[in-house]
Structure formats: structure tokens, C-alpha cells
């Protein structure tokens, strides 16, 4: 029986971590693995309401925004046919596309990080990654990326914005590299280099 994985891709918007996660789970079946492509904010009910925060259609205050993720990844682990744990179980690799260190980034320049840790600590008690891949890529390159791919600019794609967030990144992953597996790749890199950088991790980590 092949082992199974839950890995979780992160970085900032724009870094191509979610065509990097699709790359991936492709390589992964063509090994023979059972694959869960997932993401975050979900397409659940809790999930819908962020993205409607997200793309400006609602306003709600920072906090409750951070409330909102950490209500949306419970739902998301717990969730009796589509949760990862379901998924884990039934044999899956499950990959999604963020996490929690997505919120400790994002919500964390906002809002106090330690705060926001402890929001989601229900979630990270009850499922760690087995590996979390950093995807960096510099702000300026990933603020390109999405003025050329995208319609609409989400409220925090921005250059500014982007920058704060990548910093929250560094600092989170300084204050839990004890008790999670991090790990971070080059996303400057060209699409097929950045692939094949996953792709090495995934395989030490299966080895592990």
C-alpha cells in the first residue's frame, strides 16, 4: 500500500502555488496515488461567504474575516464526506491549496499573529501537514503575475499588501519551525524547475 500524505502548499497570491498543487497531484496519480486536490477558502457554506468578503461584494471587520477562515478550515477537516480527514482515511494524498499558515499570514498583518494562532489551534491540534511547502516568490514578480492572469484583483492583491504578508510568512514559520515541518522553495524559478522543486520534497518526505 502506498503511503499517504497531507501536504499543504503555501504562499503569497500570485506565487503559482495553485498550478504548482495541480502539477503535483498530476505527478502523484501517474505514481499510482490516490489524489485529493483541495483548497482554501473552501466551496463550502463558510467558504462562500469569504469569498464574497474577498471579492468586495461584503465588508466585514478583520477580525471577524480571521474568525471566518478558521470556521471555513474546521469545516474543511471535519466535514463528514469531503473533509481531508474523510479523505485521509479513505487513502487519499490530500493536497491543499493553503492552510493555516495562510491565515497566520495574511490575518496576522492585521490583526495580533499570536491571536490568530490561537484561533486556528483547534485545527492545527487536530491536523498538521505532513509537510508544508513554502512556494517564495518576490512580491514584485507575484504582483505581475496577477495583473497579466486576472480579471479581478482581490482585496489583498496588492504591492504593499503583498510585501506585509510575505514578512508574516517569515515570522510565523520563525516562531513554529519546532513543531512544523516547513519547507521552502525558490518560486522565481521557471513554472517547470519550480515543479520539479515540489516534487523533490514530496519524495524525501515520502521516504521519511
Known sequence: MKKNLFIAIEGIDGSGKSTQAKNIAKRLEAEGHKVYLTFEPTDMRIGKMIRNILG????ADEKVIAALFAADRLDHILHETNGILKKLEEGYTVITDRYYFSSYAYHGVHCDLDWVIDSNKMAAT?????????????????MKRINANRE??????TLDNLKAVQSK??????KLKETENIISINGNNTPTDVTEALWQVIQSTLQS
Open 152 to 157: 479581478h484583483v482581490e482585496i489583498y492583491e
Open 56 to 59: 468586495g461584494k461584503e465588508t
Open 126 to 142: 487536530i491536523l498538521k501537514p505532513s509537510v508544508n511547502i513554502f512556494v517564495d516568490v518576490s512580491p514584485e514578480v507575484a
Open 169 to 174: 510568512y517569515f515570522e510565523a514559520f520563525e
